[in-house]
């Protein structure tokens, strides 16, 4: 059984089909990439999966559970945490205080809160900067915390939009190696656009194309996919 099923998901607005029956398995233990040029339709289908968009047709179930009309913040609580973009981090609180409501609005129990939230700041590396006031990190720290609070959710899928935007070079080596960490306890869903970090971190892609799959495999068979260079990879 897939860890997370969606079956002919589908979502238009107006006349445009942003999601159009698409048809996505995500495995325990993986790290998912979804890809596809501007306006494929990504961020509108991990919004689907999030709950923060409803699904207009199509069933998402979740270790065989049908989520598919559950409010967002239920979700989050049966494990499906999207890192959002860096916006849901609160600049004016400590990165404590961050990641403690996050841990508050998890799937743990939360009974050693100060645990909870150390951990997540362990996991990503930003422990000595627990009292520092989140909005005076730097850019790329941001987005540690991000995913430190996404972490503290105890997900069991982890959904990241385009998490190495904006980072130095350096930083997206670290961030691959932290993804890696993540596995297989948390199983990860990528929306990426840096295909070096796709190519290297993926065990399995979903090439999106107007709305609908395109192609989907390991990396070497998208690459290989005449109809993903065709329309993607401009190889
Ligand atoms: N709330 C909305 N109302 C109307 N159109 C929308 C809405 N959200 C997305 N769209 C449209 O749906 C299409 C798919 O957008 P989406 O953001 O899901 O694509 P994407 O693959 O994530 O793109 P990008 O790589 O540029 O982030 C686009 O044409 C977009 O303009």
Do not use: C, W
């Amino acid at each position: 059984m897939s860890l997370l099923e969606a079956r002919g998901l589908t979502r238009h607005f107006g006349g445009l089909r942003a999601v159009d029956g698409v048809d996505f398995d995500l495995a325990a233990g993986e790290i998912h990439a979804l890809i596809g040029p501007n306006g494929a339709g990504k961020t509108t289908f991990v919004s689907l999966l999030s709950g923060r968009v409803p699904v207009q047709a199509g069933s998402i179930r979740l270790v065989g559970e049908d989520i598919t009309r559950l409010p967002a913040h239920a979700r989050v609580r049966k494990g499906i945490a999207y890192t959002f973009q860096i916006t849901s981090v609160f600049p004016g609180l400590s990165v404590f205080d961050n990641v403690a409501l996050a841990v508050q609005g998890g799937r743990g129990s939360a009974r050693d809160l100060r645990g909870a939230v150390a951990a997540a700041l362990s996991r990503v590396g930003l422990e000595a900067m627990a009292s520092d006031i989140a909005g005076t990190l730097s850019y790329g720290h941001q987005r540690l915390l991000e995913l430190a609070m996404g972490l503290a959710l105890q997900p069991r899928v982890l959904i990241l939009d385009e998490p190495t935007q904006g980072l130095a070079a350096g930083e997206i080596g670290n961030f691959k190696d932290l993804v890696r960490s993540l596995v297989p306890e948390v199983a990860v869903l990528l929306i990426e656009h840096n295909m070096e970090v796709v190519m290297d971190l993926a065990h399995r892609i979903t090439v999106l194309n107007f709305g609908q799959v395109l192609a989907r495999g390991t990396p070497a068979e998208v690459r290989a996919s005449p109809a993903v260079q065709e329309a993607y990879l401009g190889a």
